[in-house]
């Protein structure tokens, strides 16, 4: 009998206990973090950062410039990937609070596979890596 009345007690702690103490603190702020995947059709680096050929939703080639810091920085708002699985290139960019927070590149291990690009030579292309956030059309 003692036995039954113990493991009653456990069962209803073990189920009763996460929703207790899982609730939120008061005054505690909750933030959330949106991932969206974009797929990529081409990936150009560049010695400033990458350009990169994505699709839009309406089927018409869309372009961003990731600057090279966003991926080089301790805390920075980019990290590269690589990987030689069908599925790439693609890139997940994260927005915490609707605001754009990080994004990660997925691009082929291969140099030499078909999605890597180069840029021509000779062009100033500063202007268009002196991004601080990404400004993407869906």
Do not use: C
């Given at each position: ?7 009653t ?33 081409r ?96």
């Amino acid at each position: 009998m003692k036995i039954r009345s113990v493991l009653t007690i456990l069962i209803i702690l073990l189920t009763a206990g996460p929703a207790v103490f899982g609730q939120e603190r008061e005054g505690e702020q909750k933030s959330t973090l949106l991932a969206e995947t974009v797929y990529i059709q081409r990936v150009y680096p560049h010695s400033q950062g990458y350009k990169v050929v994505y699709n839009r939703s309406d089927l018409y080639p869309g372009e961003v410039y990731l600057p090279g810091r966003w991926f080089t920085q301790a805390s920075g708002k980019g990290s590269i990937m690589y990987n030689s699985n069908q599925s790439v290139p693609y890139m997940t960019v994260f927005y915490s609070d609707g605001v754009f927070s990080h994004v990660r590149l997925f691009v082929h291990s291969n140099p030499s596979h078909p999605t890597w690009g180069t840029l021509p030579g000779g062009k100033d292309l500063s202007q268009e890596f002196a991004v601080e956030t990404l400004d993407i059309v869906y």
